[in-house]
């Protein structure tokens, strides 16, 4: 398992010469660092740890000084280890105890104390040095070093390897995430952004997302501390090349992700973990990024309302700054609405993938959209569904749909009763403007009849039209041709074959039809006195039936005369 170990302590302690007796690498780059002798920016180194199996490690060395501290915690981004460097001359000083709070928020709880610059003083000072650094990170063990001369630095290194042993990477999401900490450009390569990977990996020829931009990139090729690989696995140290876009377009704090697995939001629900009084105003530490937020609280909740937009994931931790650090956290919600619901933040801060997924589904809710909400891995997404039904993409709960289909059965037999000549419901009122209806519909016990939805085995009937169907046709069958008042008993005896119906609310008999019909076939030409003659009927009725049979499709109209449609006929 490729791990990161950063480095932390105050200024002049030694860090960055101790990075470089361990490693042979000098990561001081700025020209400035090298002027001035101290570590301004983050840098970075392959650490090898020989033994039966070759330990392969990444250093993270950070500045010191207090006004560097955003670049410490940037650089704290991903590390699964500290190494803690106390000058055994001075001991303990302010940025030491403000690195260690700021890996404790980060939930980085393993590592190794290196009390350096032992050959400076007298051995008695060094036992107070270690003895002190014992006392102020008892879970770690203390090493006594010296990079001039190199004393301690194969112990220190033994400490290092039984200190990976311990650790515990906690569940990371499984997409792939890597957030920017360095963008710059080589004459023939391009654009080239580094981090650590945080999650997943990256393999040449990847699409991924550049947010909060919301740009599509694509990776041209891959380095890890130098070398070339086809794939980057999650904990190491990483470079990618991206074709097609400027370095004057990414900024530290950007990310690198897997589309469709983490959302861009300019608000967190938190748990707060305070060192001291958190104040309104704070700046929000989260991955590389560093942006200004006003904070909202109810009870051990929080919510951040960022300045900026960044990508979160539940679980993410996070500092908090003023002109020092005063607390952290950890994200429970990346994508919250605006109101904060502690009884919701209580449900996804126990974690259960189950629970938050009923809480998400109160409504189907498409399994891509689920893992989009930044709440799962794929792993706890596919123990959350477990609970769940699918209908297509789409997830629901099945006492949902028992409530559903409770609600259509009502409609239903209410449809029955007031309207028994029609009792469907079209299916496009059924469910109406739900994107969901198409994949669920067929799951509601229902009968689909054109357009329409009935309950099982539902008929249309006369209902209580008895009388007035019978005294419809009774006219139908003494005159063969009648006004309808009632345009939906008319529709249902159509329906049945027991008359036709003809414009202006008219109706024919089925028997004076089916007598035009058969008289078309001896008129040539078909004129309306002709066919008024031949039927016996008046021209109104004539016209009626003759612009039925056009609709029908049983004839054409030429002029003041009609034509027979062979086909039809």
């Known amino acids: 398992m490729p791990l990161v170990v950063g480095t932390a302590g105050h200024i002049d302690h030694g860090k960055t010469w101790l ?11 700025l020209p400035e660092e090298h002027e001035r002798g101290i570590s301004i920016d983050l840098g970075y180194a392959p650490l090898v740890i020989p033994g039966r ?18 670049n410490m915690v940037a650089g704290a981004t991903g590390v699964d280890l500290f190494l803690l460097v106390i000058d055994a001359g001075e001991g303990a000083r302010p940025q030491t105890h403000e690195h260690l709070a700021i890996l404790r928020l980060l ?13 400076a003083v007298e051995p008695e000072q060094v036992e107070l040095a270690v003895a002190e ?9 203390v090493v006594p070093v010296s990079a001039k001369t190199g004393a301690g630095l194969d112990e220190l290194r033994a400490a290092l390897a039984r200190a990976t042993h311990a650790v515990e990477r906690p569940e990371r999401f499984a997409a792939t995430r890597l957030w920017i900490d360095r963008a710059f450009s080589l004459r023939g ?62 900024r530290r704090g950007d990310a690198l992700v897997e589309p469709g697995h983490y959302p861009v939001s300019y608000r967190l629900d938190v748990v707060l973990d305070e060192l001291e009084p958190v104040p309104a105003a704070v700046k929000v530490h989260l991955g590389t990024a560093d942006v ?11 919510q951040l309302r960022l300045d900026d937009p960044v990508v979160a994931a ?65 792993a706890q997404l596919a123990n959350g569904l477990a609970a769940l039904d699918l209908a297509g993409d789409w997830a629901y709960r099945p006492p949902w749909l028992e409530g559903v289909r409770a609600v ?57 039209k008895v009388e007035a169907a019978e005294h419809l046709e009774a006219e139908l069958a003494a005159d063969g041709v009648a006004r309808v008042e009632d345009a939906k008993l008319a529709a249902f005896l159509e329906s049945a074959g027991r008359l036709k119906r003809v414009g202006d609310g008219f109706a024919v008999s089925s028997e004076l039809y089916e007598r035009g019909r058969e008289a078309l076939q001896t008129l040539a030409p078909i004129t309306l006195a002709g066919f008024r003659d031949a039927l016996g009927i008046s021209r109104r009725t004539a016209q009626l039936l003759l612009e039925r049979f056009d609709t029908d499709g049983l004839t054409r109209r030429v002029g003041d005369e009609r034509v027979l449609r062979r086909s039809r006929v």
């Open 189 to 250: 390569i391009g654009t080239v952004v580094t981090g650590t990977l945080w999650s997943g990996s990256i393999a040449v020829s990847d699409l991924l997302r550049l947010e909060p931009a919301g740009r599509t990139v694509r990776v041209r090729s891959v380095q890890v501390h130098d070398q070339p690989v086809e794939q980057a696995e999650a904990g190491q140290r990483v470079a990618v090349n991206l074709p097609a876009i400027e370095r004057g377009e990414l």
């Open 53 to 70: 199996v070759a330990l392969h490690l990444s250093l993270v060395d950070v500045p010191g000084h207090e006004r560097f501290v955003r």
């Open 107 to 119: 939930g980085v709880e393993r590592g190794v104390v290196a009390v350096t610059k032992a050959d």
């Open 408 to 464: 259509v059965r009502e409609r239903l037999a209410e449809r029955a009763e007031t309207n028994p000549l029609d009792p469907g419901i079209p299916l496009g009122e059924l469910l109406p403007h739900e994107p969901w209806a198409p994949a669920i519909l067929p799951l509601l016990h229902v009968e689909r009849r054109d357009g329409k939805a009935y309950a099982p085995g539902a008929a249309a009937s006369l209902g209580d």
């Open 19 to 29: 990075v470089r007796a361990l490693t042979g690498k000098d990561t001081d780059r």
């Open 133 to 141: 650094a014992a006392e102020l990170v008892p879970e770690a063990e």
């Open 314 to 378: 539940r679980g993410d931790r996070f500092v908090l700054r003023t002109e020092t650090t005063v607390g952290g956290g950890r994200v429970v919600d990346p994508a919250p609405p605006r109101r904060l619901e502690p009884e919701r933040l209580e449900i996804l801060d126990r974690g259960d993938p189950a629970e938050i997924v009923s809480l998400l589904t109160a409504e189907p809710v498409t399994t891509a959209a689920l893992q989009a909400m930044g709440l799962f891995s794929p």
């Open 292 to 302: 200004a937020a006003r904070i909202v609280r109810s009870g051990r909740f929080a």
